[in-house]
């Protein structure tokens, strides 16, 4: 899951004309904490992760933290496919 948070990052502090996707950032409560997010993997406050499913992307306190929106609860952010990975 650090790739999408990576792919956010990027994002965020490297943006161009490719934009992939628009739309708005929140993080998981602090009640998530120890279950599973919509990716499947289990959600820790304190990892730099981040997971999609209705909304454009969630990430975890510990980034929404870093990209300085905890506070706000929301972040108007854009996302942009830098690499394919391929999934089995």
Do not use: H
């Not at 929106?69 to 391929?86: M, P, Y």
Request: charged share 20%; proline share 1%.
């Amino acid at each position: 899951m650090n790739w999408i948070f990576q792919l956010l990052f990027l994002c965020l502090f490297f943006p161009s004309n490719d934009i992939y996707q628009r739309g708005k950032a929140s993080y998981y409560a602090a009640s998530m904490n120890g279950r599973r997010t919509a990716s499947g993997e289990r959600y820790f406050s304190d990892s730099l992760t981040a997971a999609s499913n209705s909304r454009i992307i969630d990430v975890s306190w510990a980034a929404a933290k870093k990209l300085n929106f905890v506070r706000d609860g929301l972040a108007q952010v854009e996302l942009k496919i830098i690499d394919t990975i391929s999934r089995k």
